[in-house]
């Protein structure tokens, strides 16, 4: 079993002890530190991708390669994924697109 497998049975486990808790929100310390514990997994995990795939590129081309970004540095809509994490904020995509009552346009 690799790292990324294990991590990703890690992920797993974790996510179903966070949801076995009560409340299912941010305002349960528990369960905040459990998402947050998954979400910094799941950057290991790409972290480790990455340096695979670095490790791949440079046996087919048989140099070292120096990448233009660092290999943990997603392209901005990843990382703005994780900053803006859904269990992070306190309402949904679907309420942002929802125009308020009263309003006719967006100025």
């Not at 949801?19 to 998402?35: C, F, I, T, V």
């Amino acid at each position: 079993m690799t790292d990324i497998e294990r991590l990703e049975h890690m992920i797993d486990e974790l996510r179903r002890l966070r949801n076995a808790g009560e409340p299912k929100s941010n305002q349960n310390p528990r369960y905040l530190r459990y998402s947050n514990a998954v979400s910094n997994a799941l950057w290991i995990i790409g972290d480790l991708r990455a340096e695979k795939a670095q490790k791949t590129e440079r046996a087919i081309c048989g140099k070292e390669l120096r990448p233009a970004v660092s290999a943990t540095q997603p392209a901005y809509g990843g990382l703005m994924a994780d900053v803006l994490h859904h269990t992070y904020l306190p309402f949904t995509a679907d309420q942002l697109r929802e125009r308020p009552k009263g309003i006719d346009r967006w100025s």
